[in-house]
């Protein structure tokens, strides 16, 4: 059975498209052109503008990312979750796994 389960999670695995790590965000901008609505009262600020932020081997980025491009990284995003969702379900079925082995050996 727990065999079975790690079967299923890499077939999963092998399926998953694109990734990419980061968290993706929203923020409204103010410029520095005197007069613009940005600065308005209320103020209709600039934006939304999305970014993508992550961290890879230490190091920490930001990109701007266009509108166009954000259905794609969104789903490159939740692909890379997923990813750590189905890595830490191997890892826990495959600790069982093991004890369950270790176990029926030292019982020979
Ligand atoms: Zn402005």
């Given at each position: 059975m727990l065999e079975e389960r790690i079967g299923h999670i890499k077939t999963k695995?092998?399926?998953l498209?694109?990734?990419r790590p980061g968290v993706l965000s929203e923020q409204l901008n103010v410029c520095s052109r005197p007069g613009c609505r940005c600065k308005a009262n209320?103020?209709?600020k600039h934006g939304p503008y999305h970014q993508l932020s992550w961290t890879r081997k230490r190091k920490s980025r930001?990109?701007?990312i266009?509108?166009?491009e954000l259905r794609t990284v969104r789903t490159q995003v939740t692909n890379?979750?997923?990813l750590q969702e189905l890595v830490d379900?191997?890892?826990d079925a495959s600790i069982e796994l093991c004890d369950i082995k270790r176990q029926l050996e030292r019982e020979k």
């Open positions: 695995l092998g399926r498209g694109e990734l209320p103020p209709q930001t990109r701007f266009k509108e166009s890379y979750q997923r379900e191997w890892v």
